[in-house]
């Protein structure tokens, strides 16, 4: 089945370690996101890409990495500079970067300080 | 910050329609009205998004006002798996889908 794939689903993470999500799919789709979400509230955009090569810092880009090597792949890595790492982190992806095509969402990995 | 706002919280009879609101009063002419629903500890699952016109899938239908300043989600038959925090967002070219609070919706038997 085509889809997004996270993993893992749930990761831990020591003080002053840097830890790597991945985020696969499998439809083509040219643009990619990732998004924190904390407890009770809505999401907010960490980084996306239009397309491969290619990335941007989101609304709450610092102490996050992103990397966009391959058109299926866009790993986040939450650095030792996130000081508030424990959230839910989503990824997404759409056809291409533009209003009218919806963002398709994967099932999410936890992050929680050790 | 989100451009929408959305009740809180609501419930609905299982088996009868689920209208959801939503407010967008400073919506523009180029953004798109999308709505998204969460389960617990899932990603948000897309369910329709429209500019102007009404509009039905599968799952549900979006009505906007023709004003556009503000729109309902219907869930015709609502189930108990329908039971979930529904997100009304607008979105342009120009920057991302802001999810606010949500509306968490009930559904009772």
């Known amino acids: 089945d085509g889809g997004i794939t996270q993993s893992p689903k749930y990761l831990f993470r020591k003080e002053g370690q840097n830890v790597t999500l991945s985020c696969e799919q499998n439809?083509?789709?040219?643009?990619m996101y990732w998004y924190r979400q904390d407890p009770g509230q809505g999401l907010r955009l960490i980084y996306y890409?239009?397309?491969?090569?290619?990335?941007q810092k989101g609304d709450i880009a610092e102490g996050y990495s992103v990397s966009r090597e391959k058109k299926e792949s866009f790993p986040l890595t939450v650095t030792s500079a996130q000081k508030n790492p424990t959230a839910f982190y989503l990824c997404a992806s759409s056809i291409i970067w533009v209003a009218n095509q919806p963002q398709h969402f994967g099932d999410g990995t936890r992050l929680s300080i050790l | 910050d989100a451009k929408t706002t959305q009740p809180p919280s609501m419930d609905c009879a299982e088996g009868r329609a689920a209208n959801l609101p939503c407010n967008h009063s400073t919506i523009s002419g180029n953004e798109y009205v999308y709505w998204y629903r969460q389960i617990h500890s899932q990603g948000p699952q897309y369910i329709i998004h429209?500019?102007?016109n009404n509009e039905t899938n599968e799952m549900a239908s979006l009505i906007i006002t023709e004003d556009r300043k503000s729109s309902t989600l219907i869930l015709p038959h609502a189930t108990l798996r329908d039971t979930a925090v529904y997100y009304c967002i607008v979105r342009d070219n120009n920057n991302d889908m802001r999810f606010g609070a949500g509306t968490r919706l009930t559904v009772k038997p």
């Open positions: 439809l083509n789709h040219d643009a």
């Open positions: 429209g500019l102007k």
């Open positions: 890409s239009q397309i491969v090569n290619d990335f």
